[in-house]
């Protein structure tokens, strides 16, 4: 099915604990998202690719890094999980469609906890 | 950055009522979209509109950019439409920005 797939769905972290979050998108976009969502905070971007071989920081990257592998996956990482951290993180991916117009897609989230 | 605000914050209907969401954005943008997130977190995309206003089925959405602010309406709300509505808007290109959300409970 096309989309957007994040892997894990849910994850427990202990203090200090690193780890990957995967996103694949298989439209053909140029543009992909790391997003977190925290309660009455909407959704907040860490960081974008605007295309392959690119990245670039958000609104709150701090903590976290990005890979651009392909065009496909982009990935985020926790070198050393904290607390502040639990959230939900979701992924998208974009194209820009005529006439000037976004199509935009999330991927289904991940659930993180840090104890 | 840019700072978007989406009001009411929660919204309580009764199955059957008509609803209108506000969002209203601190400048210029490129893009403004709207989304809807079901109870079981699934996001969906539900209008691209910069300006102008479109329909789809029970909803619809009008933007006036001049006066920085978008309306989403449901019309004859129904359970289903349950969830948190979020504004976005695009900023220098390439940066979406969401406002917090008005969270909708549709009573049958």
Redesign the interface.
């Known amino acids: 099915n096309a989309g957007v797939t994040q892997t894990p769905k849910f994850q427990v972290l202990k203090t200090g604990q690193s780890m990957t979050l995967q996103c694949a998108q298989d439209m053909n976009h140029n543009?992909m998202?790391w997003?977190r969502q925290d309660p009455?905070?909407?959704?907040?971007?860490i960081y974008?690719s605007?295309s392959e071989g690119t990245t670039?920081k958000?609104?709150v990257p701090n903590g976290y890094n990005v890979s651009r592998l392909n065009k496909r996956e982009f990935s985020l990482r926790l070198e050393s999980a904290a607390p502040s951290q639990t959230s939900?993180y979701?992924c998208?991916s974009s194209v820009q469609?005529s006439p000037?117009?976004?199509?935009?897609?999330?991927g289904?989230?991940t659930r993180l906890t840090v104890v | 950055g840019i700072q978007v605000e989406q009001s009411p914050p929660d919204l309580i209907l009764q199955e059957g009522a008509n609803s209108t969401l506000r969002c209203n954005f601190s400048d210029s943008v490129n893009n403004l979209q709207w989304f809807h997130q079901n109870p079981w977190g699934q996001l969906i995309n539900l209008f691209y509109i910069p300006s102008g206003t479109k329909q789809n089925g029970r909803l619809s959405a009008t933007t006036v950019a001049t006066e920085r602010y978008s309306l989403l309406y449901i019309s004859s709300s129904q359970t289903t439409d349950s969830g948190v509505y979020f504004c976005a808007v695009l900023y220098n290109f390439n940066k979406f920005y969401f406002g917090s959300g008005t969270k909708l409970n549709v009573k049958p």
């Open positions: 543009s998202y997003y009455g905070m909407g959704l907040r971007l974008y605007a670039d958000g609104e939900v979701f998208a469609n000037g117009g976004y199509g935009y897609t999330f289904s989230g």
